[in-house]
């Protein structure tokens, strides 16, 4: 990604007269403008939000210059990395503000649609094929990362600021040994004392002030890890009961199931290459984005074999011609995915399917509790159509995704 090139320069207050190193603050802050735009872009992945995110950033630093303790060095290096940590903060709440916004948006269309009772109805709709699915995986890290960040200096507070002070240093701002004996005025060995001793310190409190929350993100004391983990995930199934994280990482496994109603939400074996994350949440956010990009590749384009990944073929079932274990939430079809190198047959339903759409994750990534009902078979554009429905258990707030009865293509997601 190219950014251009910035011609205009921050105006930010004349510095306070005193002893100062060659350039004034204000102008190596405004010298560091590029840099950190593109620092800004790499985080948001948005060149024109790049831009005022770098603004932010200089007069955020600005307001709080007093906090700059190396105003004397020349070096980039230390105030790029203080300016980096802002930046990153800065970021992080645009995405969280941009994560909201883009659950409310919705391209508007105003399309006649036949309803269950045949009346003609003017409804607002989603295309699938129109509207871009932002990739919520990478927000759900970053937000991750933030929420735990938090967690992490309520930790350090129980931590003596001398130990403090040089895990901060060393893990968190990146400095190295030297860097940190010469700014704390302290020998080697004196430093890695305290390093010692601070993580000592920083996991007897975690252990002992914050083990509920850290259980919340996946993160227990050695050895203490349960296969299973009740998450504050409610289920998408019944609404009514939490969902269940089954994880056992010496063989890669990873599943959801309700606590209440036992259904299973999704299940990934061999998740040894997944990108490591903390929080419930995110895996199953991770989860549903992996059987996302499996199944609706497999209906759009060429399946391949679930267990063995070979080149697979896929048939649309009817509810009757599914095994009975794929009924627990009804009588409704799906998919079967065949492989002939294998001899395994893999099968999906409805609701399992439409829950993996991102429209759906972020309905239910907004409303928390919601439930699956099945609607009944009507014509869209005079195609058979399946309504496969997800209702908020708290409000009239629901989204239908349409799918076409032959294919079982997505037809249109309509949120009401």
């Known amino acids: 990604m190219v950014l251009p090139s910035y011609e205009e320069t921050v105006i930010l207050p004349p510095t306070k007269s005193g002893k100062q190193s060659g350039r004034s603050l204000d102008t190596r802050f405004t010298d560091e403008r590029v840099w950190l735009a593109h620092k800004c872009a790499g985080i948001v992945r948005n060149a024109d939000a790049a831009e005022d995110l770098a603004q932010e950033t200089l007069l955020e630093a600005w307001r709080n210059r007093q906090k700059w303790q190396d105003s004397e060095s020349e070096q980039p290096e230390p105030l790029r990395r203080w300016l980096a940590a802002i930046a990153h903060n800065v970021c992080l709440r645009w995405l969280r503000e941009e994560q909201h916004e883009r659950a409310h948006r919705m391209l508007q269309t105003r399309l006649p649609t036949s309803g269950v009772d045949g009346n003609s109805l003017e409804q607002d709709e989603w295309s699938i094929d129109e509207v871009a699915a932002p990739d919520m995986y990478e927000v759900e890290m970053e937000l991750e990362r933030t929420e735990l960040s938090a967690l992490l200096s309520q930790a350090l507070a129980y931590v003596s600021e001398p130990l403090r002070a040089a895990l901060v240093a060393r893990y ?62 409610w289920c998408p199934w019944c609404g009514n009961d939490h969902l269940v994280l089954h994880e056992d990482m010496s063989v890669g496994m990873c599943s959801f199931r309700c606590q209440g109603c036992h259904i299973l939400l999704g299940g990934k074996g061999n998740v040894g290459t997944w990108q490591k994350v903390s929080s419930f949440a995110t895996r199953c956010t991770q989860l549903l984005k992996w059987l996302y990009g499996y199944y609706w590749q497999a209906i759009d384009q060429e399946p391949t074999c679930f267990f063995c990944g070979e080149p697979a073929r896929l048939v649309v079932k009817e509810a009757q011609d599914l095994p009975s274990k794929y009924h627990r939430l009804g009588q409704q079809a799906g998919i079967a995915i065949g492989c002939s190198h294998c001899q395994r047959t893999h099968y999906n339903t409805l609701s399992h ?48 995704v349409l799918i076409e009865q032959q294919t079982f293509r997505v037809l249109a997601i309509n949120e009401f």
């Open 353 to 400: 399917l439409t829950l993996d759409v991102p429209q759906v994750q972020r309905f239910w990534n907004k409303h928390k509790r919601i439930h699956w009902q099945q609607g009944e078979l009507i014509e869209y554009a005079g195609i058979p159509t399946l309504v496969s429905t997800f209702q908020s258990k708290e409000s009239q707030k629901r989204i239908d």
């Open 172 to 233: 968190l701002q990146g400095a190295t040994h030297n860097e940190i004996t010469q700014h704390l005025q302290v020998s080697e060995a004196t430093l890695v004392q305290r390093i010692y001793r601070g993580k000592q310190a920083l996991r007897a409190a975690c252990a002992t002030h914050f083990s509920q929350e850290l259980a919340s993100y996946g993160i227990y004391p050695p050895g203490t890890q349960p296969v299973a983990a009740v998450t504050r995930l």
